[in-house]
């Protein structure tokens, strides 16, 4: 079963940038995995912002296209985001999930166990 731990979030001003990181653990074959990042504003569901597949293909939702970049270092269990040019609009908890396969990937519903987490928060 797949355990993730995010970090990395915190304060930025807009314009800003961070680096997200999500370390896996489980008894599972992390470079087998397609990976993905999700993000939360309370009050509102849950939606997608980057994956990265096994291959190291990678796609992102259309809001941070050519701000945000996904990417993952197998020997540390470890998928990073880094985001750059950041708006107060994308102000929200940032999590990571993962599958063996690459189309549950984009679409947030399709996992029912999440960690804990990190907040992002961009001033204006």
């Known amino acids: 079963q797949v355990q993730v731990v995010e970090s990395g979030g915190g304060l930025v001003q807009s314009g800003g940038s961070l680096r997200l990181s999500c370390l896996a653990s489980?008894?599972?074959?992390?470079?087998?995995?397609?990976w993905g990042w999700y993000r939360q504003v309370p009050g509102k569901q849950r939606e997608y912002v980057a994956a990265i597949l096994r291959s190291g293909g990678t796609n992102a939702a259309d809001s941070v296209l050519g701000r945000f970049t996904i990417s993952r270092d197998n020997a540390k269990n470890t998928v990073y985001l880094q985001m750059n040019s950041l708006k107060p609009e994308d102000t929200a908890v940032y999590y990571c999930?993962?599958?063996?396969?690459?189309?549950?990937?984009?679409?947030?519903?399709?996992?029912?166990?999440w960690g804990q987490g990190t907040p992002v928060t961009v001033s204006s």
């Open positions: 489980g008894s599972f074959e992390f470079s087998n995995y397609s």
């Open positions: 999930n993962g599958d063996r396969r690459a189309a549950p990937l984009q679409d947030p519903a399709n996992f029912a166990k």
